[in-house]
């Protein structure tokens, strides 16, 4: 393939799905569009409708998809019931009283919540506004209160269940339980480094610290939050127990968390049909979103798109780590201007003959794919936990970028440690 020749394939086949995400056509059409118009260039095999429709069909059929329709179904009927008062009351018992401990509150009410919602936008809309309001009232400044709750809703999809990661797992054929389990270190770390970074911050500025520990209070917070606390235990315990897969857990989750509504007396057969009901529209999106994107990966394989990225990247250097640097720094760049879920249906397809050229752990890109892009959801123009904040605060977006940025570091700092240290995310599944 000469270069002008691949020059303007690349141009046609990232380029116009890139134009028309960005001129508002759903990821989903744009990657079917450009998968047609590829077929019918003079680069293409000719319009196929029997390979187009097997590739939609095809693409969807697997028991690990199920999955998806249960832990959509799961992070609703969680903000439903309103769990996150519970959650938060139960975090203020723990770090309250430390001198910062409204912010680690925030972070840890974040980790909690994210081994059940499994979306950053389901932790920034359910608890970003109970959270933010509470650093306010307690005297914090507007940035810091915006950087946390901003910065530690990325832990939703890192920590399990992770919707992001069961697209993941099915575009790259990668277990769903393994993914779950190697994001909990992942995920813990980062609510380490940002309590660190917070605690840098909050002696700078001279905060000090909330009520007094009572064992009392503890106790209470704790009898009102087990219920929804022994959600995540159920989810992750099961599957390192071996007793039931991810997609699995998340079936038995759902009941559990529908029989906590009915005990709360916060839901009712008409909320359930709501819930259920919208979780089923996401889910045919979704499963949509899926089915185009195993034609586009059909399409870009036809094209030998991946062995000449494969061929250009270890043209550069041999080495899988350099490698995988590469790969985060596109990543970063496409993280600004890529919704996560668009930026992996368009992706995976295209990069997973290349992992497999450059000798990459495909479970290990996993994890820093799903890191790297969750820093997306932070920067403009496109950050989707921005405009949720300027939703639920009384923030500007400029605000809300300003004060977001500083917390940056601490994720890039953990998506290093992963790149350069596989065992951090890795050893669990092995055990």
């Given at each position: ?117 499994g979306l950053a936008v389901a932790d920034a809309a359910g608890l970003g506004r109970v ?301």
């Amino acid at each position: 393939m000469i270069v002008p020749e691949l020059g303007l394939i690349l141009t046609i086949f990232l380029g116009g799905v890139l134009l028309l995400y960005l001129m508002g056509v759903p990821v989903a059409v744009a990657m079917g569009v450009t998968s047609v118009l590829i077929m019918v260039s003079p680069f293409g095999r000719g319009l196929n409708y029997e390979l187009i429709a097997s590739q939609l069909l095809f693409g969807v059929n697997s028991f690990t998809i199920l999955a998806v329709p249960f832990y959509l179904l799961l992070g609703r009927l969680m903000n439903r019931i309103g769990l996150t008062e519970r959650i938060f009351r139960f975090a203020t018992a723990l770090v309250g009283q430390f001198r910062g401990g409204i912010a680690y509150v925030n972070i840890v009410a974040s980790m909690i919540f994210s081994g059940m919602s499994g979306l950053a936008v389901a932790d920034a809309a359910g608890l970003g506004r109970v959270e933010y309001k509470a650093m306010r009232d307690e005297g914090y400044d507007k940035d810091i209160s915006l950087g946390v709750t901003g910065s530690s809703a990325v832990i939703g999809p890192i920590i399990p269940p992770s919707v992001v990661m069961i697209i993941y797992g099915i575009l790259a054929e990668e277990s769903i339980g393994d993914l779950f389990i190697a994001g909990i270190v992942p995920g813990v770390l980062i609510g380490l480094l940002l309590m660190a970074f917070v605690m840098l911050m909050v002696v700078h500025r001279g905060y000090e610290g909330g009520d007094a520990f009572t064992t009392e209070e503890a106790v209470e917070s704790f009898k009102a939050a087990l219920l929804p606390l022994l959600t995540p235990v159920l989810i992750i315990g099961g599957i390192l127990s071996g007793w039931f897969t991810a997609t699995e857990a998340g079936a038995i989750a759902v009941i559990y968390v529908i029989a906590m509504g009915f005990y709360y007396g916060e839901l009712d057969l008409h909320g359930l049909y709501l819930e259920t009901r919208d979780s089923m529209v996401e889910t045919f999106a979704l499963m949509f979103i899926v089915g185009v994107a195993a034609l586009y990966g059909l399409i870009a394989l036809q094209l030998q798109l991946p062995i000449f990225i494969a061929e250009a990247l270890t043209g550069l250097t041999s080495d899988p780590t350099m490698i995988l640097l590469l790969l985060v720094l596109v990543l970063l760049v496409v993280g600004t201007f890529l919704e996560t879920m668009a930026a992996i249906t368009i992706l995976v397809p295209i990069l997973l003959p290349v992992l497999t050229i450059a000798g990459i752990d495909t479970l290990h890109f996993g994890i820093v794919m799903v890191l790297t892009l969750m820093l997306g959801l932070l920067t403009p123009p496109l950050g989707v936990i921005l405009f949720v904040l300027e939703k639920v605060t009384d923030a500007k977006i400029e605000e809300i970028v300003r004060a977001v940025i500083p917390f940056y570091v601490p994720i890039l700092l953990v998506i290093l440690l992963i790149v350069f240290f596989p065992s951090i995310a890795l050893f669990l599944p092995t055990l």
